[in-house]
């Protein structure tokens, strides 16, 4: 089960790297605590493609080509426009507490995470939303019950949603209608002790978890199975698919966020893979 593969870095000195996502031959990703979005080509050559006051996390891109980006303590999906990040949609009146990961769908629709209560300060659990915000702005709640929806994919076919509940050790799956609701709950694969946090899927319908609390990644199959599994060297935030066959995985990894800001110790590593990505990461 263990992982033999050479694993190098592709990038380092950074702080928090997170929400990475494979788009126009490149690598993009949140260094989410320095509050800026980069991306790095497969020989390390990296760009800041945007900064911001707040924490960041997920991205995506609507038809149109302009990115989307998460801000975390304000609550807000941004949107790039030019060089500056403005208001996309406000999502604190649905949202409780940090928003988080998302994934955007072809039509532009974005799918957005949030923790739901201060987890490190020692507040009592509440449970979490997930929100859909439509491109013209219009935020709703799709799910209101959920343990920190996290990493997300959407599978090729367009018809299944897959989210990583960080709280709950569980990859659930639902089933997306034409208006982007999501229907027909049901657990694709609990990952017990993981906490799953950042995901990807392949062609194989696995799925890559990046776990920090452990400080291992693993191949799921549907229903639980562990195909592969690896431990990292700091801790990893997430995974990525992506290469010109995207068969590269790319692993996101840094120390804790109370020991992460200033130190610079954040790096991005990658390694080949059989199976290659597919669907919406």
Known sequence: MAQNRRREVLVDGL?????????????????????????????????????????????GWLPDGRMLVVAMQSRRLLRLEGEELVTAAELASLTSFLTNDMVVDEEGRAYVGEVGFDVHGGAPFKAAALVLVTPDGEARIVDPDLACPNGMVITPDRRTLIVAESLADR????????????????????VDGLGPDGICLDAEGCIWVASPMQGRVQRVREGGDV????????????????????????????????????ARRGRIEFMDVAAPGVGLP
């Open 15 to 59: 702080v928090f790297p997170e929400g990475p996502r494979w788009h126009a031959g490149r690598l993009w990703f949140s260094d989410m605590l320095a509050g800026c979005v980069m991306n790095v080509d497969l020989d390390g050559r990296a760009t800041t493609v945007a900064t911001h006051s707040d924490w960041l996390s997920g991205l």
């Open 171 to 190: 990859l659930s799956a639902y089933d997306v209608a034409e208006d982007g609701s999501l229907l027909n709950r049901r657990l694709w694969a609990a």
């Open 227 to 262: 195909l592969e599994s690896f431990t990292t060297p700091i801790m990893p935030l997430a995974t990525m698919l992506g290469g010109p066959r995207r068969d590269v995985l790319f692993i996101c990894e840094a120390p804790r966020p109370d020991e992460a800001a200033g």
